[in-house]
Each structure stands twice: as structure tokens, then as C-alpha cells.
């Protein structure tokens, strides 16, 4: 079974950057798409980005869109999230996923 550990989440002022990553125990397959959700307290987790392993192709929620950027690595398996001009309102846990395979999650925390 593939497994997803994320990594890179931590406290942040405001307008600062982070990057988060995801590595998956075992090769994408092309035609998967490779997802990040966050989940605020008290909040339903929400979808942030995704990209088509094969292709390249991203989309990006209207709330992070210019601000963040998700890519990957074929050869490490790895999916990454750099996260610039952060808000507070970008204070979440963030999770990986893919299919319905989810990581553990990584707290990123934005400071005022």
C-alpha cells in the first residue's frame, strides 16, 4: 500500500514562504492527479492544488492562486507545495493526497 509522508510545515509571519513536501512509498502513476487539502480548526478540509502527474497540468483554488505553486519530482515520487505571501488565513493542517490515499498531515501556522 502506498503511503504519503508530508513534510516542511511550521510557524510563519505573514508575507513569509514555506515549502511543503509530499513523498509517496512507491511510483505515480501518470494519469493520477496529486492533490494538497488544508484543514483549519473548526473548518470542513478544502482542496489548495493539484497536478496531473503525466502532464504537468495544475489547478489552484481561487484563494491561494498566485500565491502558491505545486510541482513534482517523478524520480523521488515527491510533490511539493511552495507557499509564498502567506496570510493567517492560510493557518491549517495540509494534507497530501492521492486516489483515496491521504498523508498524516503538516501544520503550518502563519503569525500576524
Known amino acids: 500500500q502506498v503511503q504519503l509522508v508530508e513534510s516542511g510545515g511550521g510557524l510563519v509571519q505573514a508575507g513569509g514562504s514555506l515549502r511543503l513536501s509530499c513523498v509517496a512509498s512507491r511510483p505515480i502513476l501518470s494519469y493520477n492527479a496529486m492533490r494538497w487539502f488544508r484543514q483549519a480548526p473548526g473548518k470542513e478540509r478544502e482542496f489548495v492544488a493539484t497536478i496531473i502527474w503525466g502532464s504537468g497540468t495544475t489547478n489552484y483554488a481561487d484563494s491561494v492562486k498566485d500565491r502558491f505553486t505545486i510541482s513534482r519530482d517523478n524520480a523521488k515520487n515527491a510533490v511539493y507545495l511552495q507557499m509564498n505571501s502567506l496570510k493567517p488565513a492560510d493557518t491549517a493542517v495540509y494534507y497530501c493526497?492521492?486516489?483515496?490515499?491521504w498523508g498524516q498531515g503538516t501544520q503550518v501556522t502563519v503569525s500576524s
Open positions: 493526497n492521492v486516489d483515496s490515499l
